[in-house]
């Protein structure tokens, strides 16, 4: 039995804990707020519940498998949901009237007809040849790179690159030259297509034209397993996973600030706490949003093999207390910029600045759980510069945003400014002090270049003993990845 402290209470800290505990280690998590989830959390006044983070779940499988692993199936403690009609995207047009295609959940057949049906003859095709060649790189790069741990050694790094599709076949399928934006463009004919495939690249947090063409496989992923729901908020999924950990016996330590990670001869010793106390630990596991070397952690040998996680942009998210309902809104609709191909030339520019003309998505839930009857609960989400290169806790910066973005909603056909009860705003400084996350940028993709996979932190450090999970670790950010870093460093430690 090993003696483990986890440094953070995000989903993958608290995955790793539930998993190790269920293999016998004696496991402490410690995080720095008054709760657990890190990104994935909730807003509650007034008999509104809003989720703030991810909007859906895809790869269900992540967690089903751990629940299954930990004790008990995730349906016999959240109730996930398949939606059936989870997407709208809405396209400007030169006869300014919008474009509107509805995408139904896990049915390729079903896309391809929207797209037939939107765009015009061949765009489904189109789409499709895209998705067929996405579905290949998910088998060439999920046994080898994905659902394999990256290790610290350089070597190992170079070596699990060049296997991950290291045949000439698999290499004209990856294309790890090329980036997400010159394969959609390489692929698809209309403007609008591109402009689905790389609000993925968006989402990661990442400049499409940075992001490897791999990144293809999100919209594989979830146009072949579906986006789910679970009724209440997604931070149900997380308060149940806070819930296992303690019937796990896992010792879940809140307003716990670990200052540094201590070593005892060439591996940690235990962690050093604010309030001077101090944890004995054979491992250490961090769930940081950057490298524990860079945040400060850990000093002496080793420190100079801190990996820079890449420039991601931030979320802002308004917070809609609704009268009434709007009849037929999906789960969440995208209103997609004039010219989406400026939105991130704006947001990765040398002086990055939010866009004058961003990209909106809207979550809608259809979830009585969420609002007092009669009211609906909705969510404007759009991508913006870090906190530092905006300042995002400025009164003046705030205080016109929320009409701003009611504006222009408005003006892309989604007019709810007369039935706003009352507005949250959340910017990426209040995710920058609620998480610790530098600028309030979530790690996504950690992209900022075709190749750039192993510059995500390890999840096995060079200093013995030490491990990483999260979004900023391999393989990466969103949800499911982030399940899947727990599983690999659980596999790596192994039972006591």
């Known amino acids: 039995m090993a003696r483990i402290v986890i440094v953070g209470a995000g989903i993958g800290g608290l995955a790793v804990a539930a998993r190790l505990a269920t293999l016998r280690h004696e496991v402490t998590i410690c995080e720095r707020s008054s709760s657990t989830g890190g990104a994935s959390g909730s807003i509650v006044r007034d008999g509104f519940t809003f989720t703030t983070g991810p909007g859906l779940l895809t790869l269900p499988a992540v967690y089903r498998d751990l629940f299954l692993k930990t004790g008990a199936a995730i349906e016999d403690v959240v109730d996930l949901v398949p939606l059936a009609s989870p997407t709208r995207e809405s396209f400007a047009a030169a006869t300014g009237a919008r474009t509107v295609v509805d995408l139904p959940n896990a049915s390729r057949s079903g896309i391809h007809d929207a797209f037939e049906a939107g765009f015009g003859a061949g765009a489904g095709d189109d789409w499709q040849r895209l998705l067929h060649r996405a579905g290949e790189m998910w088998g060439i790069t999920r046994k080898s790179f994905i659902e394999a741990p990256l290790l610290a050694d350089p070597a190992r790094r170079a070596e699990r690159l060049r296997s991950a599709g290291s045949g000439r076949a698999d290499l004209r399928v990856t294309a790890p030259w090329r980036s997400l934006r010159s394969l959609g463009r ?50 149900r999924m997380t308060e149940a996973l806070h819930a296992r950990c303690l019937q796990r016996k896992v010792r879940v ?55 820079r996680v890449p420039a991601a942009s931030a979320t802002l998210e308004l917070h809609l207390a609704l009268r ?69 806790a400025s009164a003046a910066v705030r205080d016109t945003c929320s009409a701003t973005l009611l504006d222009l909603l408005a003006r892309r056909g989604l007019d709810v400014r007369d039935r706003v009860l009352w507005s949250e705003l959340r910017t990426p400084a209040d995710v920058a002090a609620a998480t610790g996350a530098p600028g309030g940028a979530v790690p996504g993709a950690g992209a900022d270049g075709p190749r750039s996979a192993p510059r995500r932190v390890p999840n096995r450090s060079a200093v013995p003993g030490l491990f990483s999970v999260g979004a900023s670790a391999h393989p990466g950010g969103g949800l499911p990845r982030v399940g899947m870093s727990a599983a690999l460093v659980a596999e790596l430690i192994g039972r006591a």
Not at 275 to 291: C, H, K, N, S
Request: charged share 25%.
């Open 253 to 307: 330590r809140t307003d716990t600030e670990v200052v540094a990670i201590e070593r005892e001869g060439d591996r940690v010793g235990g962690v050093r706490l604010a309030d001077g106390g101090r944890l004995t630990a054979d491992i250490v596991i961090t769930d940081l949003p950057t490298d524990p070397h860079a945040a400060g952690l850990l000093s002496g040998p080793g420190a100079a093999g801190a990996r």
């Open 186 to 235: 390489a692929t698809l004919s209309d403007p609008r297509l591109r402009a689905h495939l790389e609000r993925f690249a968006a989402e990661a947090g990442c400049h499409p034209g940075k992001a490897p063409a791999t990144l293809a496989t999100l919209p594989y992923l979830e146009e072949t397993f579906g986006v789910w729901w679970v009724r209440g908020g997604l931070h």
């Open 324 to 392: 009434g309902h709007t009849p037929g809104t999906p789960h969440r609709t995208y209103l997609f910029a004039d010219d989406p191909d400026r939105e991130p030339d704006a947001l990765f520019a040398r002086r990055p600045a939010p866009p004058s003309d961003p990209t909106l998505c809207v979550l809608a839930p259809d979830d009585p759980a969420l609002a007092p009857e009669g009211h609906s609960a909705w969510t404007v989400q759009l991508r913006v510069p870090p906190h530092g290169v905006v300042d995002w």
